[in-house]
């Protein structure tokens, strides 16, 4: 029979992609989800590509009955939580409902997880939690500095949290994922990123303005330390981040085993690099124009991801230039809706 796997936040950018990866590998996705990122109709474009019925159940993470009942009916075998409230700025200004959803949250599965016997757990983190860099590419034992916003800050919490219930062993098995950016789209183009309002991030505002619903990208700052002046990330597909879910879930079937990875390519490419390679996919000409840095971000970062490759035997396979193409080609089938 097949294995059932608890994802949070399925409906999302990174939990969608997730979920048709779960399938292909045979395991059987049902998904909570509240809706307050997300849309019904990525339910529907799940099934589509799936050929296949997904349940959602229209909850919040941080209901705690209603989230027992879904323990109580269904015979969970791993949870992804992938729930959280993700927009930094927005983290600055509204710090309560950041604090409430992320670590609250995780709270409640936890708890769900060591009542219900659940042994396999999978939690997205984020390359935010280091700060800046002493050391690149950078490795999972680099010291933890003072979180930035408090998006950064429950982060750093809810993996606190996980590993002190691991130590409790309320927990069993835990894997922890430290995502650095994420960007690209399913080859089909039929689920992607769906940004509220004005992106924040470098690929959906290149997206949009290709598109034409902005007229010019904003480069912050073009005199940084770097190759040609722009910040440097490590920026990975989502498909090859989807995939690193399924191996975690595969490597705690095999061993009773914790861990705490980066999820990255090894690779930093600058802003600049990221336009270059999405003129190259599709043949565009970007509008933009170099202004001043934006308050908060920092130079360079890239994962080392010896450990994650190590562990998971798994590696990213997409390029640059095929995340921007279905990328592109999400926002043209958005465009066609
Ligand atoms: P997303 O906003 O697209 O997806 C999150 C989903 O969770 C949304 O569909 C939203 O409706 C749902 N959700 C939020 N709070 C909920 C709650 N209390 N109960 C039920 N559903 C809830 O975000 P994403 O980009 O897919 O990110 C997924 C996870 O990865 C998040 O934990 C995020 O912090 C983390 N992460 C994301 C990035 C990134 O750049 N996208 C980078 C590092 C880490
Ligand atoms: N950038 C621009 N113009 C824009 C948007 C971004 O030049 O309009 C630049 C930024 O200055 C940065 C790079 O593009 O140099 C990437 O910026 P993003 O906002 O796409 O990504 P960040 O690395 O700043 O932040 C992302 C997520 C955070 C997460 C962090 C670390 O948005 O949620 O990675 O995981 F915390």
């Given at each position: 029979m097949e294995k059932t796997i608890l994802v949070t936040g399925g409906l999302g950018y990174i939990g969608s992609h997730t979920v048709l990866t779960l399938i292909n590998a045979g395991y059987k996705p049902i998904i909570v989800d509240n809706l307050c990122n997300s849309q019904p109709?990525?339910?529907?474009?799940?099934?589509?590509?799936?050929?296949?019925?997904?349940?959602?159940?229209?909850i919040d993470c941080t209901n705690f009955s209603d989230l027992e009942a879904v323990f109580k009916n269904e015979p969970i075998h791993g949870v992804i939580h992938f729930a959280a409230l993700k927009a930094v700025n927005?983290?600055?200004?509204?710090?309560?409902?950041?604090?409430?959803?992320?670590?609250?949250?995780?709270?409640?599965?936890?708890?769900?997880?060591?009542?219900?016997?659940?042994?396999?757990?999978?939690?997205?983190?984020?390359?935010?939690?280091?700060?800046?860099?002493?050391?690149?590419?950078?490795?999972?034992?680099?010291?933890?500095?003072?979180?930035?916003?408090?998006?950064?800050?429950?982060?750093?919490?809810?993996?606190?949290?996980?590993n002190d219930c691991l130590k409790a062993k309320k927990i069993e098995n835990a894997v922890i994922l430290r995502y650095f950016?994420?960007?690209?789209?399913?080859?089909?183009?039929?689920?992607?990123?769906?940004p509220l309002g004005i992106p924040n991030n470098l690929a959906p505002y290149i997206m949009q303005t290709a598109a034409g619903i902005r007229s010019s990208l904003t480069i912050y700052g073009n005199n940084y330390n770097t190759h040609d002046g722009t910040c440097i990330?490590?920026?990975?597909?989502?498909?090859?981040?989807?995939?690193?879910?399924?191996?975690?879930?595969?490597?705690?079937?095999?061993?009773?085993?914790?861990?705490?990875?980066?999820?990255?390519?090894?690779k930093g490419n600058s802003v600049l690099d990221v336009i270059n390679a999405f003129e190259n996919a599709t043949g565009i000409k970007l509008n933009y124009t170099?202004?001043?840095?934006?308050?908060?971000?920092?130079?360079?970062?890239?994962?080392?991801?010896?450990?994650?490759?190590?562990?998971?035997?798994?590696?990213?396979?997409?390029?640059?230039?095929?995340?921007?193409?279905?990328?592109?080609?999400?926002?043209?089938?958005?465009?066609?809706?």
């Open positions: 109709w990525i339910l529907t474009q799940l099934e589509k590509l799936s050929g296949q019925k997904i349940k959602n159940h229209a927005e983290s600055v200004h509204e710090p309560l409902s950041y604090y409430n959803n992320n670590v609250k949250s995780l709270l409640n599965i936890i708890e769900l997880v060591s009542k219900y016997k659940v042994r396999k757990l999978v939690f997205s983190s984020s390359c935010t939690v280091y700060g800046t860099a002493d050391k690149l590419p950078i490795s999972e034992d680099h010291p933890i500095k003072t979180a930035e916003s408090p998006y950064g800050s429950t982060k750093q919490m809810c993996e606190r949290i996980i950016n994420p960007i690209g789209a399913h080859s089909s183009g039929l689920i992607g990123e769906l990330r490590d920026y990975i597909h989502v498909m090859d981040l989807a995939e690193a879910h399924v191996k975690s879930i595969e490597v705690m079937e095999v061993s009773a085993t914790s861990h705490t990875l980066n999820i990255g390519t090894g170099y202004g001043e840095r934006r308050i908060g971000d920092i130079e360079k970062i890239y994962a080392d991801t010896n450990l994650s490759e190590e562990i998971l035997k798994w590696k990213s396979k997409h390029s640059l230039e095929e995340a921007m193409r279905d990328s592109w080609k999400w926002q043209m089938y958005l465009k066609s809706k």
